[in-house]
T-cell receptor, first 112, second 114 residues
Framework: DAKTTQPNSMESNEEEPVHLPCNHS???????IHWYRQLPSQGPEYVIH???SNVNNRMASLAIAEDRKSSTLILHRATLRDAAVYYC?????????????FGKGTRLSVIA | EPEVTQTPSHQVTQMGQEVILRCVPI?????FYWYRQILGQKVEFLVS????????KSEIFDDQFSVERPDGSNFTLKIRSTKLEDSAMYFC????????????FGEGSRLTVL
């Protein structure tokens, strides 16, 4: 699997936007960029994914660099509930049961 | 909202004992996974399952581990003879599609091996 690089930790003030970066310089042309997060004492949960274009959903936005070697997960207004470990994961779309391979992720702390 | 449910939430067992962890995936999902997370470490892939057979497995998933979908609803992970290092949180996940399909994870089963 192509690897991703994320900062170990980040901190944000409540109600401010958060930009979580991810580098994936060895991404292949068909890899999708997925983001999951893990709240304390819970299982991982899906946040967003994309291929080339920027994506928005009710949880977050995903900005993908034109060369696809990096991406940024954007939380528009951080809340205390957004404190979690955020994982940026590359995944091939071939048919079959491609497992998600988790790295260490970025631990986001949100300060009230 | 449909969810993946896991039982038990916490199991304590003696080293060498057999353990079965149970999962009920989301009902129309076709792809199933087990992951584990040792305390303070990252989430590790164990095995994926589709069409009643293992699709992929990691190096962790050795002969002590097995998976089964016995009745079309449950998806179980069996550890034949537990070791101290099997102590971890075990997460079951399911997805409707393979490839880029979103995985839905359960809350996990904490296994403590004494």
């Amino acid at each position: 699997d192509a690897k991703t690089t994320q900062p170990n930790s980040m901190e944000s003030n409540e109600e401010e936007p958060v930009h979580l970066p991810c580098n994936h310089s060895t991404i292949s042309g068909t890899d999708y960029i997925h983001w999951y997060r893990q709240l304390p004492s819970q299982g991982p949960e899906y946040v967003i994914h994309g291929l080339t274009s920027n994506v928005n959903n009710r949880m977050a936005s995903l900005a993908i660099a034109e060369d696809r070697k990096s991406s940024t997960l954007i939380l528009h207004r951080a809340t205390l509930r957004d404190a979690a470990v955020y994982y940026c994961i590359l995944r091939e779309p071939h048919s079959g049961n491609t497992p998600l391979v988790f790295g260490k992720g970025t631990r986001l702390s949100v300060i009230a | 909202e449909p969810e993946v449910t896991q039982t038990p939430s916490h199991q304590v067992t003696q080293m060498g004992q057999e353990v079965i962890l149970r999962c009920v995936p989301i009902s129309n999902h076709l792809y199933f996974y087990w992951y584990r997370q040792i305390l303070g470490q990252k989430v590790e892939f164990l095995v994926s399952f589709y069409n009643n057979e293992i699709s992929e497995k990691s190096e962790i998933f050795d002969d002590q581990f097995s998976v089964e979908r016995p009745d079309g609803s449950n998806f179980t992970l069996k550890i034949r003879s537990t070791k101290l290092e099997d102590s971890a949180m075990y997460f079951c996940a399911s997805s409707l599609e393979g490839g880029t399909g979103e995985l839905f994870f359960g809350e996990g089963s904490r296994l403590t091996v004494l």
